[in-house]
């Protein structure tokens, strides 16, 4: 028990932080960055699972979200029918021409001799496939995106209940991680950040781009929820009863019944979205609380032993037979798939998919300083770190806000440089986890919960 | 005549735009290359660093124009340069005295500096937007044409006009310059061979009695200067904005692992080709061949090869072709 003490405390703190949000703010605001840093903490646990049990940087994250998040549009939403009539069978023979190429230049590369001739012919076959491709898909797209463009002009997806999407998004991204991964994964590890990097930007750029298939940057909203809409539930007799039982203390106090009824209209109103997100809450808890128990059930077993031996000597390791590039793969598959969960649990959330909102900034290197903050290599850590980080970008804004209004109470509220201060607010957000992310470097380099590693 | 037009065409659209475009990556492209090859570490702040010197010569430009002082057809932009310059020599020390020193120090690994660089890339960012906003920001005066497609036309008599900014102009000669001027330091000053020489191997610099502490100090200076001319040459040609240059990034190093990092003529290579692969590969062709084809072969389709939204797209898969083939680039890299 003593080992965990200060797991224990690091976790108090953080909920008695959000807590006093609830308490100070509101109970929504409080529940949202509840929501998200359990999202968060999905997101550094695939990360965590490639730069700490592995070593593996991996600076595609973004491009995995978006992948989950494509995941959760293509499960939930309704096929547009007319969009498949005219254009479903051009583009399920474009997926077969795929096939064909992938297959060919397999054929090629296994068997022929390395040589120019090898190389002339791969890539003719690449060049021929994408001319038949454009040939065929260009009527295709263009007629799909002809129907009803304001609102779908798109192929749609399977109609099925959206949570499936989580399970879909992970078949994604580990999908997408394996092509990186035969690809990439033999690079020095800052050739394969940027390699990474720049793959993430390519995948986004297909999602912004490629209509027919989620809309691009047209967006997808009112996507289907797991959870019932406040809109319904504050019709619900039970729902009723319960927030009046809730708040009994403050009721009994107003005397008019007519009073009283406003009152309890208004607290079913706020009771509503509370309850909307805590059910989220629940849903994002128990896939934490099953990755959680999955990852440290890893690392603890023949398997992460293998795998940090690998991390910490790659040499070492091969020579006592363990298939270093195979390992490397898998694993890089397992965290991506992680994340992938994770983009699928954020637009379900958010019931949008707004393609042009992945940024590098947000989705990649703020979900690394998680990772650093919190401790890489320890599960532990990657979810605090996850939970410490948003609750810190959240709330930098109103703390920043404080701060300035602390240190520049002498100036005049019309002074200018105070006025430029407060309307740059937003950015201090940046300030904040840049400092946090090099004073943990410099002075905490194993995070804020070190690697723990003991030999039963 | 027909042929002439075409050639005019991909003149005016695909050849001065891309000798631009790729000047300015080359300049940021060496900048990163020296950086891997010196203090042996991928600079994720890259971007943002051009940005933050960009953003002092806006500043420094400013205070020009309100003082009155201008360069006439040239942009004022120019004479903030050097005072930019000092700044952010003074700014990228500092940086490197407070937080890359001490994991030097220790020889940590490559990629904790380029963790330690991410954090920088943060700062900076936060700094260039409190001080300055996030907001597009032209600050280009003087001249803006050296040749407008109109008098083009009249002075031709061609269908096709040529547009040249003074921007490009400035920029590719600016580039010509300041390139020279470093390739002639580091082959030929004592001081630009004990650079390479470190770069090369450490070890047997240093038994030759090369101190690091100017190498590196001298590196981040080359460095100040390569990312404030960088950043206000695209600045003056473009706009800036602190989002657009966190993403140039992306295409600079792509650039820069092209031509083989570590290797700054390579990385200059690698700029051109990495602009001149994006432009080529998505202009419309269509009135191209409208000149060269004769009139029943004319195209119905724009004849693009790829939509111009996959622009960085190019690059980026540029980049993963090299490293596939030729993991050390076009150029063998690691050779400074």
Redesign the interface.
Known sequence: MKQYANVITAYIIMIFLIIMVGIFQSWAIALAILNFCLISAVMTMGANIQWGYAGL?NFGIMGYTALGGLAAVLISVPPVREAWQVGGLSMLLCLVIIVLIVFSVRYVLKNFQKSKRK?IYIASIIIAGLIILRIVSGPAIHSIEAIEPAKTGFLGGLGLPIIFSWIAGAFFAGGLAYIIGK??LG?R???L???T???S??VI??I??EDWLARGVKNVIGLKRPVPYEVNLQSEQWFIDLVAKWNSGKLNLISGAEEKQAALSQFVIEGSSVFVKLCYSGLFIIVVAILLIVTQKALYSPWGRMMRAIRDNEEAANAMGKNVVKQHLLIFILGSAIVGIAGAMMVTHDGLFTPGSYRP?RYT?LI??MV?IGGSGNNFGAVLGGFAVWFLWIEAAPIALFLINLFTSGLADTNAFKLH?I??VP?????M???G??LI??YR?KGILPEKINIK | MDFVNAIILLLNYIFVPALAYGSQLALGAIFVTLIYGILR??N?ATGDMMSFGTMVAILFTWYFQSLGINLGVLPTALLAIPFAILFMIFYMLTIDKF?FS?YRMKKS????L???S??????????V??II??FDRRFFDGERFILKANEFKEMTGLNEGLTIKSTQVLTIIITIIVVSILFWFLNQTKTGKSMRAYSDNEDLALLSGIDPKRVVMITWMIAGILATIGGVLYGLDKSFKPFTY?NNM?PI??AA?VGGIGNPFGAFLGGYVIAFSEIFLTYAYKKFFMYILPESMEPDSLIQLL?T??K??VS??I??IV???R?SGIFKGKVL
């Open positions: 940087i190389n690809i990439a690079l590890a800052d050739y950040a940027i390699a990097l720049l793959i930007e390519i750029s297909v912004k781009h900034m290197f690394w300083v650093i201060l309307e740059s950015y201090f957000r940046f300030l986890m840049g400092i992310l090099l470097m410099r380099p | 570490f991928a994720f937080v001490y690994p490559p990629v904790m380029a963790m330690v991410i954090g920088v890339m943060f700062v900076t960012q936060a700094v937007r409190i906003g996030p966190f992306l190093f792509a692992i939509s939204d996959y960085f797209a980026f898969s980049l993963v490293l596939l083939f993991p």
